[in-house]
């Protein structure tokens, strides 16, 4: 591999990390923000990165769709899954059981 070609490889990753990262952040301040509209407790304060795939969108074109979960409780006791899929860094949906 060339020196050129491994530097461009390097700054394509590093920049896939910081896109990821965004994306990531994203997903727990509106995580976060849901379940502060629906009354409910955000536990363990993150979300995690369930899948990520290719996906295209007629409206937005060609992008990575990235699906995230969260956990949060209702009542303090019993733990529910909410989910967030972005297309690109836009949230597209926020699914949640209440």
Known sequence: MTPLALLLLIVVLVWFW???QQC?????????ETCK???VQFLDGTAS???I???FSRGTGPGLKRTYTFDYSEDGIAR???CIIMHNAQISAVLTDS
């Open 80 to 82: 529910r899954t909410g």
């Open 49 to 51: 990165l369930q899948t």
């Open 24 to 32: 990531r952040d994203l997903a727990i301040v509106t995580a976060r």
């Open 37 to 39: 509209q629906q009354g």
């Open 18 to 20: 910081q896109v990821s």
């Open 53 to 55: 795939r290719p996906y």
